[in-house]
């Protein structure tokens, strides 16, 4: 079964713009992750918080998260056309597993 | 340093004849993953091992899906009988932790049953 919801399903834009996607999730949690995953590739880990943080950056990704909202969003500033890709959270339920979304779709238009 | 390898990368079999996955994870990485990633969604979980310890496999479906990880390193999936439905792609993961920490991926071994 899948933890997280990814909103929305698909996102368009382009380059030079920046490209917001949220994570809700249903249960309590220890951490939540972000990864990328390019089309028929595996999926790549870009940024994981912790469930005491509110506000994570790594270069040009933003990652916030409101655990009284149970949800979290990614931030990609000044967006590329090699960021396109799908983009899932992964969160662990406050267990040993991490359990994915179904992903936001992510293109941007040279 | 190399990561995680898995192999085949595709496979086309008919429905009712059995499939095998290989994976191997990154040097030193005790907890291993299988994930099942079907068109357009997320990764499923199937099993996850601490050594060679299947410490979950709540998920998978055990009348025809089975696993090994011999001496705490590699690992096998098996599908046996495949169906039709079980087209998908079969995601391998290490991590260094047994606390969930950052997620290492294969490339994924596509199945196309027929």
């Known amino acids: 079964s899948q933890q997280g919801e990814e909103d929305p399903q698909a996102l368009s834009i382009q380059e030079g713009e920046n490209a917001t996607m949220n994570c809700s999730y249903k249960t309590s949690i220890n951490n939540l992750q972000w990864y990328r995953q390019n089309s028929g590739r595996g999926l790549v880990h870009l940024i994981l918080?912790?469930?005491?943080?509110r506000e994570k950056h790594s270069g040009r990704l933003r990652v916030t998260l409101d655990t009284s909202k149970k949800s979290s969003s990614l931030l990609i500033t000044a967006s590329r056309a090699a960021d396109t890709a799908s983009y899932f959270c992964a969160t662990d339920a406050g267990g040993n597993d991490m359990r994915f979304g179904a992903g936001t779709r992510l293109t941007v238009k040279p | 340093e190399a990561g995680v390898v898995q192999s085949p990368r595709y496979k086309i079999i008919e429905k009712k004849q059995p499939v095998a996955f290989w994976c191997n994870p990154i040097?030193?990485?005790?907890?291993l993953y299988w994930y099942l990633q079907n068109l357009g969604q997320g990764p499923e979980l199937l099993i996850r091992?601490?050594?060679?310890?299947?410490?979950?496999d709540s998920q998978l479906p055990k009348d025809r899906f089975s696993a090994e990880r011999l001496k705490g390193v590699d690992s096998t999936l098996k599908i046996q009988p495949a169906e039709l439905g079980d087209s998908a792609v079969y995601l391998c993961?290490?991590?260094?932790?047994?606390?969930?920490?950052?997620?290492?991926f294969g490339e994924g071994s596509r199945l196309t049953v027929l």
């Open positions: 040097s030193g990485h005790n907890t």
């Open positions: 918080i912790r469930s005491n943080e």
């Open positions: 993961a290490s991590s260094a932790d047994t606390f969930p920490g950052e997620l290492f």
């Open positions: 091992y601490e050594n060679e310890e299947a410490v979950d």
